[in-house]
């Protein structure tokens, strides 16, 4: 009887084969993400949002100072003159009245006003306790302009004036006291050329 264990073995070894490629979720490219974040052609966004600046009123400060320096000046004068102290007294009181008037109006002016400018429209929010929303479509700005006193230019603030002659309600709005006007200035022209545009495209097409 032949010993099995001599018995030539028809065994043969198995071919390993390779794992199947799986392409998951996480091999998709990585542009595929970005591309799904962009905006649809013609959809709204936002482009520049913001307030008015407190540099805007540096000119007005400057004057403050200029006044304030002569009330005091004609106060030392008028009490070595006439030996009373009243008119100290009057002069550091209109100092500090100017003071309170003057930071209660650079505090309403900037808390009270909102602009937002968008790819097609132009938001003006006014108010505190009750706001006013105002919006014009930026197909209606026939022009943009920016206006800056010595000061502006010096601390890069100014005022942008859009100028809306279809819009009976609001021909003309003023977005002021911002810090880098002519970008926003800039920003408003671009999308006024673009929506024309494409408007013109769409009437040659029909």
Known sequence: MADSANAPSDERPQDKMAPPDRAGPADAPADDAAQARRPAPGEERDLWAGRASAKFFYGKWALLIVISILLLVAGFMLRGSLERNWPILLALALIALGLVALLAQVGYFVLATRYRVTTQRLFVEQGILIRTVNQTDLIRVNDVSVTQTLFGRLFNVGT???????????????????VDPHQVAEHIHREMRAIRDRKALMMEAT
Request: include cysteine.
């Open 160 to 178: 942008v004036t859009v100028d809306c002659p279809t819009d009976v309600s609001h021909p003309k709005i003023l977005i002021m006291g911002i």
